[in-house]
């Protein structure tokens, strides 16, 4: 079980499990969803964000530029759009947050109980890539030291191509932050 499905299973309502879960919807359950009568939102509009492919993760990084260039029709729609984006968007981050600031469910198992040295320990385990081939080691360490500290994901330690905000203020890349949301309840950099 993914660390996204165990926050949605503390969701108090249904409407707040979807919002945790959206982030893990393909399109098609994503414009369903969209369509639902609590939300509002035109079939036209549904059938437009489910050609362009807009996953549910997508859809909580969508933006006012975003949706204008999806041509969605009118200007209200667009705003509703937008009002659904943010309401989702805040419930799931307030979930996340929520769950990951709360105190460990347990005290008998070792992955809750375990110190923070223990967590960062394993971290730096998790995070250490692979040793480079050593005729490949001189020239990966140069290209390394010009990229700035920021722009590397903290837990790859390469170029982020598609940085993610987490709910723990840091900044990953997108495939790395979610393999390690799949297998730990908590954040890479906090512990």
Request: charged fraction near 15%.
């Amino acid at each position: 079980q993914s660390a996204i499905e165990r926050i949605a299973q503390r969701a108090a309502c249904e409407q707040e499990r979807d919002s945790v879960l959206i982030a893990t919807w393909p399109a098609a359950a994503l414009a369903g969803w969209l369509a639902g009568s609590e939300n509002r939102i035109q079939q036209s509009v549904c059938e437009k964000l489910l050609a362009a492919n807009v996953t549910g993760e997508q859809l909580l990084c969508l933006r006012k530029g975003d949706v204008s260039k999806l041509g969605l029709g009118t200007l209200g729609m667009e705003v509703r759009l937008l009002s659904v984006v943010r309401k989702v968007r805040n419930s799931h981050f307030a979930a996340l947050r929520a769950f990951f600031n709360a105190p460990p469910s347990c005290s008998s198992c070792s992955s809750c109980s375990s110190s923070s040295v223990a967590a960062a320990s394993t971290i730096a385990v998790v995070a250490a890539p692979p040793p480079p081939a050593a005729a490949a080691a001189a020239a990966d360490a140069t290209e390394r030291s010009s990229i700035p500290h920021d722009f590397k994901c903290p837990i790859s330690l390469e170029l982020m191509e598609q940085p993610v905000i987490a709910p723990d203020g840091f900044s990953y890349e997108q495939a790395y932050i979610t393999t390690w949301l799949a297998s730990h309840d908590t954040s890479p950099m906090t512990g």
